[in-house]
């Protein structure tokens, strides 16, 4: 038997707080004072959108269950304060999200289980150019330089998507007052290298150049539960 399900949604907020730009609650020449920061001088309010569909064919019964998901989805936000006032996509705004799910019980005793996993990359900021400009401060009768980006609309970069492929193995065991289960598991089982952030730097060249650090790559795990 499946069940096939299909959603849509659209949701309108208002007085969103978000941080201005180059908001700090951090004093870290003068950490003393930091308590007299006040809060409300950091962040400013504005409104969001978020509108999209869902659809889910799931089967419940029989030794093989699971289920597909997609979801197609906007988020927006609008603040007079921030980029210029124009709208821009949420850092976490996700355009295309898919689950893909099986479960298989050839038995009581043993359950195998897989789940693929698709998304769009968040939506980030990034310089279009660097360049040096004069502190602020005198260091002697020269003036020390600090690299400075130069940034474009807010959001306006995707990171790569994200994908991941992970399964595990169960065991089960039925004693007289309580259930005990083994369970071997992979995660990411292909070792995607995901993005977690990207950050300017330089290659052997001194060139500038988008560099992108991952986590939690191809990582095996081990459990044993106990259920009364």
């Not at 289920?67 to 295309?96: C, I």
């Not at 990034?126 to 360049?131: F, G, H």
């Not at 995607?192 to 300017?200: D, E, H, L, S």
């Not at 060139?207 to 650090?213: F, G, I, M």
């Amino acid at each position: 038997r499946l069940t096939l399900t299909v959603e849509g949604y659209y949701k309108h907020s208002k007085r969103v707080l978000g941080y201005k730009e180059g908001a700090s609650f951090l004093v870290i020449d003068d950490p003393e004072n930091a308590e007299s920061i006040d809060w409300q001088n950091n962040v400013t309010q504005g409104q969001g959108w978020a509108y999209g569909g869902e659809i889910m064919l799931q089967k419940k019964q029989g030794k093989f269950t699971g289920w597909v998901g997609y979801t197609l989805s906007w988020t927006q936000l609008q603040f007079d304060e921030l980029n210029f006032g124009k709208k821009f996509f949420a850092r976490y705004d996700r355009r295309h999200d898919v689950s893909l799910v099986g479960i298989y019980k050839p038995s009581k005793k043993i359950t195998l289980s897989a789940v693929w996993v698709y998304g769009t990359g968040n939506a980030i900021t990034l310089p279009l150019a660097t360049y040096d400009a004069p502190s602020k401060e005198p260091l002697g009768s020269f003036f020390e330089n600090n690299r400075v980006g130069d940034y474009g609309q807010k959001n306006d970069f995707r990171m790569r998507s994200n994908n991941r492929l992970d399964i595990s193995v169960q065991f089960h065991k039925q004693k007289t007052k309580h259930e005990r289960t083994w369970e071997i598991s992979i995660y990411n089982v292909y070792n995607r290298k995901n993005p977690f952030f990207y950050y300017v730097g330089t290659n052997n060249s001194g060139q500038n150049v988008l560099k992108q650090v991952s986590i939690f790559g191809f990582i095996p795990s081990f459990a044993y539960r106990i259920k009364f």
